[in-house]
């Protein structure tokens, strides 16, 4: 079993930052690929950054240059840097780990941006 806590949502200003934190328990192999997704009200769940192990980072073009997703090897835990948030990064946002080729998902955290 593999148990994925979340942490670091909220409320925050126009132009703020936020830092999601996502660790990993349990029974942990290797790990292939780690990333964060989110889903707005209405809309499909979409990848907002993803870090394949010894390999490329991605990060859809909506946040390119203002999020910046990172992980910790020796605590199985990955993050993720919110900077000049805009209203329409309001989502639930996911963390989603992936051992061998099974896909483990958080429980998802709220982030608001609102004046």
């Known amino acids: 079993q593999v148990q994925l806590v979340e942490s670091g949502g909220g409320l925050v200003q126009p132009g703020g930052s936020l830092r999601l934190s996502c660790a990993a328990s349990?029974?942990?192999?290797?790990?292939?690929?780690m990333g964060w997704y989110r889903q707005a009200p209405g809309k499909q769940r979409e990848l907002v950054a993803g870090?394949?192990?010894?390999?490329?980072?991605n990060y859809a073009s909506s946040v390119k240059g203002r999020f910046t997703i990172s992980r910790d090897n020796a605590k199985n835990t990955v993050f993720l840097q919110m900077n000049s948030l805009k209203p329409e990064d309001t989502a639930v946002y996911y963390c989603?780990?992936?051992?061998?080729?099974?896909?483990?998902w958080g429980q998802g955290t709220q982030v608001t941006v609102s004046s």
């Open positions: 870090m394949i192990t010894g390999g490329a980072i």
């Open positions: 349990g029974s942990i192999l290797v790990i292939n690929a």
């Open positions: 989603m780990i992936r051992i061998l080729t099974k896909d483990y």
